[in-house]
């Protein structure tokens, strides 16, 4: 009898059976990352992890799987099988990563003459925007208005809270069914707007 429950799945899983192959790979994974791991250097990690690689490797062989009917005599050759196309997938991730880190540099050591300038919102997206505030403004009622001018400031809850007196759940309420009143107006105007055609 084999020590290795993937010895038993071996015989199915190139037949197309997604319960074996998820079996199959949640029996890997752990082992998977940990080849990424150990092999990921810090500067790297705040790009992908080694989760992103050993998805996108069994995204890719679970496919592949099915078309090439690829047989393994036993689990040790999946696995190292696996291990493979893992590390070949963790250099292409490091290929594609390391022009762009390079070129990195931490912001505190950017000069603001360096920086790039934030594009401005062309003047149709100002007027949709202001369309929409006085919508906004026009569906609330006059003592809640104070809340959304202080939402559209950058206020956070709490900090509108303290300003007008009200609980922050109160404030949370009052901007979801601000929220909901908005998606209903948009659905009843787009509702008119294909009737209208």
């Known amino acids: 009898m084999s020590a290795d429950p993937v010895d038993a799945l071996l015989g199915h899983l190139s037949s197309g059976d997604t319960a074996v192959a998820e079996k199959a790979f949640l029996a890997y994974e752990p082992y998977l990352r940990m080849v990424v791991r150990r092999q990921l250097p ?3 990690r705040a790009k992908f ?8 490797v069994w995204a890719d062989l679970f496919e592949r799987l099915n078309q090439a009917h690829w047989r393994f005599p036993d689990a040790d050759h999946l696995r190292a099988f696996l291990v493979k196309v ?15 880190l ?4 931490r912001l505190a050591q950017t000069q603001p003459e360096e920086m790039p300038a934030a594009p401005d919102p062309r003047p149709s997206e100002v007027a949709r925007a202001e369309e929409l505030w006085e919508q ?7 003592g809640h208005r104070d809340i959304l001018r202080l939402k559209r400031q950058g206020f956070a809850l709490a900090d509108i809270a303290t300003r007008t007196g009200l609980h922050p759940s109160s404030i949370r309420r009052i901007l ?22």
């Open 86 to 100: 893992t590390r070949n997938r963790f250099i292409d991730h490091v290929r594609r990563h390391r022009q762009p």
């Open 136 to 142: 906004m403004l026009a569906s609330c009622p006059p």
């Open 176 to 197: 979801y069914d601000l929220a909901r009143r908005m998606a209903e107006r948009d659905k009843r105007d787009q509702r008119s707007e294909v009737r209208g055609q």
């Open 102 to 105: 390079e070129r990195e540099q």
């Open 42 to 44: 810090a500067r790297l």
């Open 49 to 56: 992890d080694s989760v992103d690689v050993v998805q996108s």
